[in-house]
């Protein structure tokens, strides 16, 4: 090789190169540039890359936000999310209370039907919904194959699931509040 001749290596993308692009992804998804499939597949993209221009191809049409502009948003992305979590205080606080029966009351059946220990008169609510009893460790509430579920705290319970006082629990569309004794 003679000294006019060289080589031209094409500069490699860096992992802050890299991280940067999927920060633009991320911010692509989050303000609804980019679907979650095409995310994926932009992502293996920048991941694989072998240079720096391919990263800036698999970016270059999306929008990019300076440092105030995304300061912004996220401060507008936690005022939504304390509204959020001030419904939720709210309309738990505004929730009927269902005590928790006393150690030895064996097992309360909760349902629609005539004869339930605990008889909801919803269409939502099935004639046998769920049953909740005292075990060694605490209480238990079970979903007895309901149609509509049973949900403690939001989760659909699949099975049985322990209980306690403060606990929101959800029998179709009628919610509840646990108290203990």
């Known amino acids: 090789m003679t000294s006019l001749e060289f080589r031209t290596q094409v500069a490699r993308p860096s992992q802050a190169d890299r991280d940067r692009a999927l920060d633009v992804l991320r911010e692509g998804v989050g303000s609804g540039q980019l679907s979650h499939d095409t995310f994926i597949r932009r992502m293996e993209l920048v991941l694989t890359a072998k240079s720096r ?90 979903d007895l194959g309901s149609s509509n579920g049973t949900y403690v705290n939001g989760l659909r319970v699949a099975g049985a699931v322990l209980v306690r006082a403060g606990d929101q629990v959800r029998f179709g569309r009628l919610a509840f509040q646990l108290i203990g004794q």
């Open 53 to 142: 221009a391919e990263l800036a191809t698999v970016v270059a049409d999306l929008r990019t936000y300076g440092r105030v502009s995304r300061a912004l948003l996220r401060a507008v992305a936690g005022v939504s999310a304390f509204k959020v979590r001030l419904r939720r205080s709210w309309e738990t606080e505004q929730l009927p209370g269902l005590c928790l029966p006393g150690p030895g009351a064996g097992v309360l059946r909760i349902g629609r039907q005539t004869g339930s220990d605990l008889r909801l008169g919803d269409a939502s609510v099935s004639r046998v919904h769920a049953e909740l009893r005292l075990e060694p460790q605490g209480w238990v509430l079970q």
